[in-house]
């Protein structure tokens, strides 16, 4: 079974950048998403990658500011112009990589990365 730990979370000032990082076992098999949840709201998809990396998804809300990426053991999240509303809890999971991914049907989440963006 797989383990995830996400890292590279912390408190950052408007637009500035975070890299995060999500390590696993044998995690090169497996399509892998990154979410977010912040207080009071549900936990929504970020972005997605396939296991090749030949394919990726991201919300409208981070579109042209953040990146996914991978190699044999970690998928990356590379978040720029980092605004207050990115401000969350962030986590990796295994999971389908489609157009409408979805939180529901990933397994294998970590215990997630706090990310702070605050002036």
């Known amino acids: 079974q797989l383990q995830f730990v996400e890292s590279g979370g912390g408190l950052v000032h408007p637009g500035g950048s975070l890299t995060l990082s999500c390590a696993a076992f044998s995690l090169g098999s497996y399509h892998i998403g990154w979410f977010r949840q912040a207080p009071g709201k549900e936990r929504e998809g970020v972005s997605c990658?396939?296991?090749?990396?030949?394919w990726t998804n991201y919300a409208d809300s981070v579109k042209g500011r953040f990146t996914i990426s991978r190699d044999n053991s970690t998928v990356y999240l590379q978040m720029n112009s980092l605004k207050p509303e990115d401000t969350a809890i962030y986590y990796c999971a295994a999971g389908p990589c489609v157009k409408n991914f979805k939180p529901g049907v990933y397994r294998y989440w970590g215990q997630g990365t706090q990310v702070t963006v605050s002036s």
């Open positions: 990658i396939t296991n090749g990396g030949g």
